[in-house]
C-alpha cells in the first residue's frame, strides 16, 4: 500500500499562485507514475496532468498547459504541482494519485491521497 498526503491549498485571488505538495510513504515511490486530478462541486472528477515515475514526460490537460507545473523528488517521496495564473474555474479539490500504468483515467489510479482544497476568488 501506497500513503499520500496533499498539502498547500488555499484561498488566493485570479492571478495568483499555489504550490501543492503529495507526500507519498514507503520504499515504492519511484515505481509509481504520479497524477494530479481535481474534482469541483457537482462535476466528476478531471484529469490535470502526469509525470512519469523517473521524473520524465508529463502530460498536462489543455485547460492547465502552460500555467501548471508538475514535478518529483524521488529521494523525498514528494510529487508537487505549481500553479500560476489562477483562475476562479481551477477552484477544486486537487487530489494526487498513483498507477502502475501510463494513464488519464482516474479508475486506473491505485492510490489517492485526501485531497487539499484550492479556492481562487475574482
Known amino acids: 500500500q501506497v500513503q499520500l498526503v496533499e498539502s498547500g491549498g488555499g484561498l488566493v485571488q485570479a492571478g495568483d499562485s499555489l504550490r501543492l505538495s503529495c507526500a507519498a510513504s514507503?520504499?515504492?515511490?519511484?515505481?509509481?507514475?504520479m497524477g494530479w486530478f481535481r474534482q469541483a462541486p457537482g462535476k466528476e472528477r478531471e484529469f490535470v496532468v502526469v509525470?512519469?515515475?523517473?521524473?520524465?514526460?508529463?502530460y498536462y490537460a489543455s485547460s492547465v498547459k502552460g500555467r501548471f507545473t508538475i514535478s518529483r523528488d524521488n529521494a523525498k517521496n514528494s510529487l508537487y504541482l505549481q500553479m500560476n495564473i489562477l483562475k476562479p474555474e481551477d477552484t477544486a479539490v486537487y487530489y494526487c494519485a498513483a498507477s502502475r500504468l501510463w494513464t488519464t483515467a482516474a479508475r486506473d489510479y491505485d492510490y489517492w491521497g485526501q485531497g487539499t482544497q484550492v479556492t481562487v476568488s475574482s
Open positions: 509525470i512519469n515515475y523517473s521524473g520524465s514526460n508529463p
Open positions: 514507503g520504499r515504492t515511490f519511484s515505481t509509481y507514475n
